[in-house]
């Protein structure tokens, strides 16, 4: 195997067939499935709760990558955890306590992510990278799937994967926003090695096929 996770975004699914659409992706052969929470205050628009991700955990096996676009996350951390979140990331953007955000999750038992927007420095995380377990990289604007990627963000990646590399860590870096079978493997060449992918999984008639692509596997 390519060792690249691949992460089927639930935001392109089709909601009314939820946990229909949860495990297709995972008999499909995806790997975690990524769950965006927006607050209409953060972000320009509206998705769901800790409902939805309370709902769907029986219904899965593979781990709950929670991605929350909502400010504050602190008050609600606890309940995501509780609800099924095995990885619950927050924004660097979402108040000026992440690194409160990253101890509480891990506190929790779940691991903690550091997400950033496209027009947030890598600097900006340097101070939080000793304590995240991963690193999500947006590659478009938040708040909304099937945008186009954005070019600008792959020499993001290839700084904060140095960081870490010069920090002796070796985390997952997550790549969220227009990924798909032709952006995955400039992802993958600049040093990520999650692809979240919604448009790019769930509006493919061949969700098998269309998670093979985004594992950076030519002619497949
Ligand atoms: C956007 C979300 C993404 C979204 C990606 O704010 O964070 O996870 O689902 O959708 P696609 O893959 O369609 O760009
Ligand atoms: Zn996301």
Known sequence: TSGIIVAPSLLAADFARAGE??????????DWLHLDVMDGHFVPNLSF???????LRPRSKLPFDVHLMIEPADPF??????????????????????HRSLQTIRALGAKAGIAL????????????????????????NPGFGGQKFLDSQLSKVKR????????????????DG??????????????ATV?????????????AAAIAGLRGRSGS
């Open 49 to 55: 709760g800790t409902q939805m991700i309370k709902a």
């Open 117 to 140: 927007c496209p027009a947030t420095s890598p600097e900006a995380i340097a101070e939080v990278l000793d304590i995240a377990d991963m690193v999500l990289v947006m590659t478009v």
């Open 77 to 98: 951390l606890a309940a995501f955890v509780e609800a099924g979140a095995d990885h619950i990331h927050v924004h660097i953007e979402a108040g000026p306590h992440a």
């Open 195 to 207: 692809m979240v992918g919604g448009t790019s999984v769930f509006g493919a008639g061949d969700y």
């Open 160 to 175: 904060i994967r140095s960081m870490l590399t010069g920090m002796g860590r070796d985390l997952p870096i997550l790549v």
């Open 178 to 191: 227009g990924v798909d079978r032709n952006t995955a493997p400039r992802c993958i060449e600049a040093g």
């Open 21 to 30: 659409e949860t495990a297709a992706v995972e008999a499909a052969g995806g």
